[in-house]
């Protein structure tokens, strides 16, 4: 078994931790609680009808996280094209039938995995390391030398800390361009920044040592709270999820959530054709200045990671909880200016920080789509061991047709990930899926295959160029989820 921390151990050391100052009781880490079957705990799914906002963002109309085989084919943008067209149809009518998967082993490195990615059309994954490395598995085997070495930058020798390079996405043209782009906060600065770096003409398997650019640089805050996910979208431009400043409650940098002009807690939308500050057209805030023209959606905590159904071009974004609720943020396609509430709002919930916060004025708040609840007594007992939310993908693979249209998310240290539909304003139940099976607990579950070792802690959800679904696990391991 991998060993899962206690929430005083993730408080002080865990990727991602979703503590303050204060601390709620420790969860069942080994997931024991009673409930079975794919409708057991709604999970606060039907919490809101987020999205019913709908295409335009009442949010915005008004003024407007934590922590292969050779050959197999992967990744994030690959399949982007296929947004806008016609999506199967989707009934939340009930929650997805998963029952067993399988996790099968395609690569591992030593320590601190946080992300893999492919660029466009390659069948080589990424692997994106805390520290500062990024390695290349290519041809069945991880190369020796390093793709990318930003490790100088990181001091922090601290396991499972916040910091340190978190994400990486590939230039839709990066076969042509070797532009990439990184989202890193430096130990020895503590500066979230996006970075474009390019491949060498050299060497396709290693990168110029030297960026090409910064993209984007917020102020230096505290050592959480720091985002990670960098992605580029249907639309072929540049998202980014920056968390809120980090401390306890926002106390960083107090309201800067819900301020335009401020780049903290925000999802962002970026032009990099374009030259600084990089702002898309047709972003809601374009008219407020440089910071708040590259602003898309707002009021959130820690989106630490993210992703869009390919089909559809909704966005989904798993916001980093306090102490109280882990919840999924829900975008619709052309969306803009919605309000995901922090640091008024933690889930559906107001003022559980403090009375003090307030939303953007004139602005709605618009509701997550699922929330967890971690209190004893809360309403989403199978998720109460949950403190660092892992946004997820909707599947759209071929190998298990069953569960075509369903997201599915996790959580950093929760033995259950989550699995649901999303359609229109309507969310389905939540199927509850352990990350290890057990034998005598007749719930849905992933097995690990061969010599794998089982799921415990989950950095990350995503999606391959063969449009099928990895987890990033145990901070070294990229599984494949297969068919049972």
């Not at 500066?191 to 984007?216: F, G, H, L």
């Not at 509850?432 to 007749?442: D, E, F, H, S």
């Amino acid at each position: 078994m991998f060993y899962l921390p206690s929430r005083a151990t993730l408080c002080s050391l865990a990727l991602l931790a979703a503590c303050s100052s204060s601390s709620s009781p420790a969860a069942d880490a080994s997931g024991n609680a009673n409930g079975s079957g794919n409708n057991a705990g709604n999970a606060g799914s039907n919490a809101s009808n987020a999205g019913s906002n709908g295409s335009t963002g009442n949010g915005g109309s008004k003024d407007s996280g934590r922590p292969g085989e050779a050959g197999a084919t992967t990744g994030g943008e690959a399949g982007m094209k296929d947004a806008g067209t016609v999506p199967p149809v989707c009934n939340a009518a009930s929650a997805p039938d998963v029952g067993k998967l399988f996790l099968q082993e395609v690569a591992s490195v030593a320590d601190e995995l946080v992300m893999a990615a492919q660029p466009p059309g390659s069948s080589d994954w990424y692997l994106v390391r805390r520290r500062g490395f990024v390695d290349v598995f290519t041809a069945g085997a991880v190369k020796t030398e390093h793709f990318l070495d930003l490790s100088g930058e990181n001091d922090d020798q601290n396991e499972g800390g916040e910091q340190g390079l978190l994400g990486l996405t590939f230039h839709p043209d990066y076969a042509s361009n070797g532009l990439f782009y990184v989202m890193i906060t430096p130990t020895k600065t503590s500066v979230d920044q996006v970075r474009e770096y390019k491949r060498s003409a050299a060497d396709p398997y290693k990168a110029d040592p030297t960026k090409v650019r910064d993209i984007v640089v917020l102020p230096p805050s505290a050592g959480n709270h720091n985002g990670g996910t960098v992605m580029f979208g249907p639309d072929k431009l540049l998202y980014v999820g920056t968390g809120d400043g980090g401390g306890g409650c926002n106390d960083d940098k107090p309201d800067t959530p819900q301020e335009i002009k401020s780049l903290f807690g925000k999802i962002l939308r970026l032009d990099v054709s374009k030259p600084f500050p990089h702002a898309a057209a047709g972003n809601p805030f374009d008219s407020d200045g440089d910071n708040a023209s590259l602003v898309l959606h707002y009021g959130l905590r820690n989106p630490f990671r993210f992703g869009f159904d390919r089909v559809t071009g909704d966005l989904y974004i798993g916001d980093v909880g306090q102490d109280t609720y882990e919840e999924v943020d829900f975008a619709p396609k052309d969306s803009k200016g919605l309000n995901y509430g922090w640091a008024d709002y933690e889930a559906n919930v107001a003022d559980t920080c403090s009375a003090n916060r307030k939303l953007r004025a004139d602005s709605v708040h618009t509701p997550p789509i699922f929330a967890a609840h971690q209190n004893p007594g809360n309403t989403t007992p199978l998720y109460k061991d949950y403190v660092s939310v892992i946004g997820g993908i909707v599947y759209r693979g071929a190998a298990i047709p069953k569960l075509q249209g369903a997201y599915f998310f996790g959580d950093y240290r929760g033995a259950r990930m989550g699995a649901l539909y999303h359609c229109g304003s309507t969310t389905s139940p939540v199927a509850p899926v352990r990350k290890q099976c057990a034998v005598g607990i007749n719930e849905a579950c992933f097995e690990a295959k061969g010599n794998a070792d089982d799921l415990g802690q989950l950095m990350a959800i995503v999606e391959g160029n063969d449009h099928e679904m990895y987890f990033v696990g145990n901070r070294k391991t990229l599984y494949k989820v297969v068919p049972n």
